[in-house]
């Protein structure tokens, strides 16, 4: 099969990368500077010439807190351009695996893990463009799966574990929020995931929603303390703080967990817990140091 994976500079592309390294099936990595995925011509046509037969959308506006001054970004990135690469899939007979956010739920609903049914209420821009890009999947009628997830990290680009790491050895002292609970999601879990689905010939008869974070719940507060203890930065003190200490123009959800039993079922897979997979990340950071 061809396989046509978009913002592979990102963190998840580079991991879809490094999971499809040994695979039989032919895949073809795009930046920006390679394709244009708010160009509806160009997309078509890269996927028709391509003769693509799975579309793996790996682009997004993803700063939460920039989104609400630059709404028309967000919405060009997180809906326009999955439009595109949806049309584009539907023209070809393609099947097109997006991922998405649990910020498509936006506020508290209480502290039960969120499954695909439950209504979704967007509280801030990213979240918003990000349910528009889900809308334009089902409005589309192209073969897809959506994976939800959250609190993304992985060894490549700006994200919170290596914002820690780099905090927790610098400062004597640090405040990180405890009443925002949901589980870190390391990107090449995600990305090994979604390379074994389309190697084992799973997305035929599987299209729909699904849930994937790691396993397990945690405060950033606690993902912080865990940051800082495998990493060996013990002189940081690590204090808890509220919300309302770090004022947002987003109201971010104070319980985001995903359900994911659709997705273990439908896939017959079991998913990491979130601190072994943080371990294998601050290795693979320090070993990458040490080299």
């Given at each position: 099969?061809?396989?046509?994976?978009?913002g592979?500079?990102?963190?998840?592309?580079?991991?879809?990368?490094?999971?499809?390294?040994?695979?039989?099936?032919?895949?073809?990595?795009?930046?920006?500077?390679?394709?244009?995925?708010?160009?509806?011509?160009?997309?078509a046509?890269?996927?028709?010439?391509?003769r693509?037969?799975?579309?793996i959308?790996?682009?997004?506006?993803?700063?939460?807190?920039?989104a609400?001054?630059?709404?028309?970004?967000?919405?060009?990135?997180n809906?326009?351009?999955?439009?595109n690469?949806?049309?584009?899939?539907?023209?070809?007979?393609?099947?097109l695996?997006?991922?998405?956010?649990?910020?498509?739920?936006?506020?508290?609903?209480g502290n039960?893990?969120?499954?695909?049914d439950?209504?979704?209420?967007?509280?801030?821009?990213?979240?918003?463009?990000?349910?528009?890009?889900?809308h334009?999947?089902?409005a589309?009628?192209a073969?897809?799966?959506?994976?939800?997830?959250?609190?993304?990290?992985?060894?490549?680009?700006?994200?919170?574990?290596?914002?820690?790491?780099?905090?927790?050895?610098?400062?004597?002292m640090?405040?990180?929020?405890?009443?925002?609970?949901?589980?870190?999601?390391?990107?090449?879990?995600?990305?090994?995931?979604?390379?074994?689905?389309?190697?084992?010939r799973?997305?035929e008869?599987?299209?729909?929603?699904?849930?994937?974070?790691?396993?397990?719940?945690c405060?950033?507060?606690?993902f912080?303390k865990?940051i800082?203890?495998?990493s060996?930065?013990?002189?940081c003190?690590?204090?808890?703080?509220?919300?309302d200490?770090?004022?947002?123009k987003?109201?971010?959800?104070?319980?985001?967990?995903?359900?994911?039993?659709?997705?273990?079922?439908?896939?017959?897979?079991?998913?990491?817990?979130?601190t072994?997979?943080?371990?294998?990340?601050?290795?693979?950071?320090?070993?990458r140091?040490?080299?």
């Amino acid at each position: 099969m061809n396989i046509l994976v978009t913002g592979a500079a990102g963190q998840l592309g580079r991991c879809i990368r490094n999971a499809s390294e040994n695979s039989k099936d032919s895949y073809i990595f795009t930046a920006r500077a390679d394709l244009d995925v708010t160009d509806a011509e160009a997309v078509a046509k890269a996927v028709r010439e391509g003769r693509i037969d799975v579309i793996i959308n790996c682009t997004a506006y993803t700063n939460v807190d920039k989104a609400e001054d630059d709404a028309e970004a967000a919405e060009l990135l997180n809906a326009v351009a999955v439009r595109n690469l949806a049309d584009a899939a539907k023209a070809a007979g393609a099947t097109l695996v997006h991922v998405s956010t649990d910020y498509v739920f936006g506020g508290s609903a209480g502290n039960t893990p969120r499954n695909e049914d439950e209504p979704v209420n967007p509280t801030g821009v990213y979240g918003l463009t990000k349910l528009h890009g889900e809308h334009e999947i089902a409005a589309s009628g192209a073969k897809a799966l959506i994976f939800r997830t959250a609190w993304l990290y992985s060894e490549y680009g700006k994200n919170f574990v290596k914002t820690m790491l780099s905090l927790t050895a610098d400062k004597p002292m640090l405040k990180v929020v405890f009443d925002q609970c949901g589980t870190p999601t390391y990107a090449q879990d995600l990305a090994d995931a979604i390379v074994r689905i389309v190697e084992e010939r799973l997305l035929e008869g599987n299209e729909g929603i699904y849930h994937y974070s790691n396993e397990g719940v945690c405060s950033w507060y606690d993902f912080t303390k865990a940051i800082a203890e495998i990493s060996g930065h013990t002189a940081c003190d690590i204090r808890p703080c509220h919300s309302d200490e770090f004022p947002s123009k987003v109201v971010r959800p104070s319980y985001s967990v995903l359900d994911k039993t659709k997705f273990k079922e439908t896939f017959s897979t079991t998913v990491p817990y979130w601190t072994d997979s943080l371990r294998k990340c601050i290795k693979n950071l320090s070993d990458r140091q040490e080299a």
